[in-house]
């Protein structure tokens, strides 16, 4: 499985950015498809996910400005990402988990994209 994501840039307080997401390859569904982001310092954190059934989770610093949506026949992912924050700053990752059933039992898998970065400054 391998996701290419675009869309990241610089951009002012207050601004707003899209990011997109296409996974390609063996893609289960189930699923869930996520970003995730890693400021500088910081360990890597869950910014928004949804499942294939259309269930999503953010964390609380994104809620009410960040809206997350997926097209499951496309197998892409979209961040749009509304009254940015110089906090915002971080290198955005797309990320896709799911089970697979083989004969040993249930394995979970998981795969992340490269990363693109996202700068909000003045």
């Known amino acids: 499985v391998q996701l290419e994501e675009s869309g990241g840039g610089l951009v002012q307080p207050g601004g707003s950015l899209r990011l997109a997401c296409a996974a390609s390859?063996?893609?289960?569904?189930?699923?869930?498809m996520g970003w995730y982001r890693q400021a500088p310092g910081k360990q890597r954190e869950l910014v928004a996910s949804m499942t294939s059934g259309g269930s999503t989770n953010y964390v609380d610093s994104s809620k009410g400005r960040f809206t997350i949506s997926r097209d499951n026949a496309k197998n892409t992912v979209d961040l749009q990402m509304d009254s940015l924050k110089p906090e915002d700053t971080a290198v955005y990752y797309c990320n896709i988990k799911f089970t697979v059933y083989i004969i040993e039992g249930a394995r979970d898998m998981e795969y992340w994209g490269e990363g693109t970065l996202v700068t909000v400054s003045a």
């Open positions: 390859g063996r893609i289960v569904r189930p699923n869930v």
